[in-house]
């Protein structure tokens, strides 16, 4: 198995999560991996993009400096771009629309996730807390909880685990999870390989998952470069 450099996972997971995003949906891209999904979408997918800092119609990043707007910044503060109708609007009501249910799904990032769906994104022990921001929000008013993460953590440390060890940001919510090596779904509390990548067997993504988990029937190989 080739070790991958960070841009490689990050450009991987995004890629495969701008696929899963269902066509014509309402979808929150959250800080971090999450909201470099845009820049793959299909064009033949018409998806809404809403950012929490206020703005419903994100377009891709920039394709050159020159197209760089200042004030127009995504959650993780990245230029981005506007498309044809787009709008803004104040926090209020941009928590308003995930709080709703009126979202139709979220992507967001993981330090931990478990086995039956929990979901642990917001600390670390001895680092600084900020608090849980717009995550918990998002876990419990959106639609579809799409989770985005490396498989493992740089310090080698497995983060698809039995139980989450730092503080949760909500107990079974995750519905999908998607790693650079492997595609989970979490239905009725169980976690279920449904694809991995081309350049990882089943044993290796067992070697480095803690979680208990099983294999679909039909599981599926994509192809990586």
Same mark, same amino acid.
């Given at each position: /198995? ?10 991987? &997971?995004?890629?495969? @999560?701008? *696929? ?7 979808? +929150?891209? %959250? ?11 299909? #064009?033949?997918? =018409?998806?809404?993009?809403?950012? *929490? +800092? ?5 377009? #891709?990043? #920039?394709?050159? *400096?020159?197209?760089?707007? #200042? ?5 993780? !503060? ?20 995930? !709080? ?12 931990? @996730? ?13 680092? %600084?807390?900020?608090?849980?921001? %717009? ?10 909880? &799409? ?8 310090? %080698?440390?497995?983060?698809?685990? *039995? ?11 995750? +519905? ?12 009725? =509390? ?9 350049? @990882? ?6 070697? /480095?998952?803690?979680? =208990? ?5 039909? @599981? ?6």
């Amino acid at each position: /198995m080739r070790q991958l450099t960070d841009t490689e996972i990050r450009t991987r &997971i995004a890629k495969k @999560v701008a *696929e899963l995003l269902p066509d014509g949906g309402f979808v +929150n891209l %959250g800080v971090g991996i999450p909201t470099q999904a845009v820049n793959y979408l299909s #064009p033949a997918k =018409k998806l809404y993009i809403q950012t *929490e +800092n206020g703005m419903l119609g994100v377009g #891709p990043a #920039p394709k050159t *400096e020159t197209d760089i707007v #200042p004030n127009l910044i995504n959650a993780s !503060r990245q230029p981005i771009t506007e498309t044809p109708g787009c709008c803004y609007f104040d926090s209020a009501t941009s928590f308003a629309m995930i !709080r709703s249910g009126r979202m139709d799904a979220t992507v967001i990032g993981a330090i931990q @996730v478990s086995e039956r769906g929990d979901l642990a994104n917001w600390a670390l022990p001895g680092k %600084g807390v900020l608090g849980p921001g %717009g995550a918990m929000d998002l876990v419990v008013g959106v639609k579809d909880v &799409i989770v985005a993460t490396q498989h493992v953590a740089n310090n %080698g440390k497995h983060k698809l685990v *039995e139980n989450c060890t730092v503080p949760i940001t909500g107990l079974e919510v995750v +519905n999908t999870l998607v790693t650079e090596f492997a595609v989970f779904k979490f239905i009725n =509390k169980e976690m279920i390989l449904v694809e991995h990548s081309s350049d @990882v067997t089943l044993d290796d993504i067992k070697a /480095m998952t803690s979680a =208990k988990y099983t294999v679909a029937n039909d @599981v599926k190989a994509w192809e990586v470069d």
